[in-house]
Each structure stands twice: as structure tokens, then as C-alpha cells.
């Protein structure tokens, strides 16, 4: 699996597309996510088809405000042992520390953190929420969802958010402007470069009277030693270079291995102690970019093909077969055939 999701994110979404009207476990099968994973919540599941199935909710359910009103169902413990952590640091300015170190054992694709002002307003930060889109595609309704529960759970943390100076999201607005300001209760701005909440410097000061160190410790522990940290891995440092590399040089071992200033087979058996290999790691990145471009997108096949890195169309559509059970046409058009009608579409498998 590429990149992935504690399924705890979607805590709630079954009986909110319930109360829409729609059929949640038509969706979940549409987009490849056993129903069952989110009955254990520490499951993981792709992050490029939950945010995919969120987009595809939002617009089949007439719900533009699918990614809020998910985020209003959930807080803080959809963190698991991070939460605990996260609440039992000294300061907001520490918690934001621990959950920007540790966000990986939620999800290594997502990141947050504290940044000066985008615009560099004295006494003003940027506490920023981000994916990492070399490897999947931007998603407003998951960027909502994540911005939005960003805010409720700091809201939380530090008894009200008084210092919010002003909200600042990358996509044009998908619902009236003002659900976004009643929700944050602040101005909100869209079409900026980074999902952003600007508070005072001084919210970083509040105290939290949950602190406990001996509780954070433990928490952090039991962190270290349940999920690897995907940073350490030279898998993750291997994908994130053929992510980089994928379409406009060869993808061979050898160039990645320079740029990670290894020997090519010190790499190789760094990735075989890892229970991997360079081929597997490359396939995993062809898949998941290929899906990316098939769903997203309507480009050429042929120009999908060169950005994945195949010299032919066909050999395109032999890996998309062995990947879906499917050509490259039909995947394209079951991600846009609605999943709330019918019999479920063809189920992605991973």
C-alpha cells in the first residue's frame, strides 16, 4: 500500500452519508475500502482513495460542505495514543510540536506545523496543514476536513482559539463563504498557497491544565514502538525519489541510488531488509501516480503512459490490468460513474 490513512478518519461518515441520503458502503466498496476497517480504527487505508471517495460524496450527495460537516462530528481522539500525547504536553506550542513529529503514526502523508505568517504580520503565525502531493492528488473536501478538525481540535486544546486572526485555503470556495466564517468564526480567504489558520503568537503560550509528563512519555513511547517512523525507512526515502524522478528520467536503481548517495546494492539490501525491493517500490509509486492521472485527470492515455514512466500505451495498459483487473478505460470511467445508483462498480484492489 502507498500512501495511507488511519481509518479512524472517517469516523462518522457512514451516518452522515446516511442522513444525506446516500449509501455509505457503496461508496467505501466503489473506492476499494473494506467496510470493516473502520470498524477498527487503527486500520490503514489509502489516502488518494479516501480523499477520492470524500470529492466523489460531496459532489454525488449535493453536500459542498461534506469535508466540515465531518469534521464537526469528530475531535481530537480520532488521534489514538497521539491524542493522548498531544494533550498531556505543558504548552500548545509543545503539543503542536508532538503532532507535527509523530502525525505519522495518523498518517505519514499529511503534516502540520507551525510557520511564520504567510504575510508577515508581526505577533502573527501560520499553523499550516498540508499533503504531500508528490504522490497524491490535492482533495478540497479532504483539505477541509483536515483544516477543519485542525481548528476544532486546537479550539479545544487552548479553551476557545480568541487569537484567529484569519483562515487561508488553496481552493476556491465550495460552499457559500459564509459556512466557512460561521464555522471558523473568523475571515476566511481561498485560491492561497497553503491551508493555514494565522493566530496570534501568543495562543502558542497557553498552558494546558491536562499536562502530565509522565503520561506524555508513556504515550510517546507506546508511539515509538507501535509505528515505524516512516522517515527512517529507505523504502519512503526510495518513493519519494521516484516521485520526483517518475516520467522525466529512467527510473532505474542506480540513479536512485546516487541521489541518495548509496551503493545501488547496499540500496538493494537495505530495501530487502525492509521486506521490499527496488521493483516492488517502483511498481507501488507506477500504481499509485497511474491512479492519480486515470481519476483525476483526463489526459491521454499516451501522455499517462510517459508520466509514469512507460515508453509504451500498451505496457500502460498491461500494469493497469494487473493492477484493477481493468483497462485503463474502464478505470477512468468507474471513478466517474455515480456511486449511489446501480450495482456497486468494480472494486480497486490494493
Known sequence: MGPAIRAASLRGFVPLVERLGGEPYRLLARFGIPADALDAEDAWIPITEHDLMLDAAAAELRCPDLG?????????????????AIQACPTAAEALETGSRYLYAHSPALRVAVEPDPH???????????????????SPQATELGLGLFFRIAHTLVGGLSGLRSVELPHQPLSPVRRYTDYFGADVKFGRTTAVLRVDRRVLDEAFATA?????????????????????????????????????????????????????RTLQRRLAAEGTSFEAVLDEVRRDATLRHLTTTAMPLAQVATLVGF?????????????????????????ARPALTGPPSRTLSH
Not at 508577515?120 to 492528488?137: A, F, H, M, N, W
Not at 515509538?224 to 517518475?246: C, F, H, I, K, N
Not at 509504451?312 to 474502464?330: I, Y
Open 68 to 84: 466540515l460537516r465531518l469534521a464537526e462530528t469528530q475531535d481530537l481522539t480520532i488521534l489514538g495514543p497521539l491524542a493522548v
Open 120 to 138: 508577515r504580520r508581526p505577533g502573527v503565525v501560520g499553523l499550516t496543514y498540508r499533503k504531500d502531493l508528490r504522490e497524491s492528488p490535492y
Open 212 to 264: 502530565n509528563e509522565s503520561i506524555r512519555l508513556l504515550a510517546l513511547d507506546h508511539i515509538s514502538r507501535r509505528y515505524d517512523d516512516p522517515a527512517q525507512r529507505v523504502s519512503t526515502q526510495v518513493r519519494g525519489a521516484l516521485a520526483e524522478v517518475l516520467g522525466t528520467n529512467p527510473p532505474a536503481v542506480s540513479a536512485v541510488a546516487r541521489l541518495l548517495a548509496l551503493h545501488p
Open 311 to 335: 515508453t509504451e500505451q500498451s505496457t500502460l495498459s498491461h500494469a493497469v490490468r494487473r493492477w484493477f483487473g481493468c483497462t485503463p478505460r474502464e478505470l477512468r470511467r468507474d471513478a
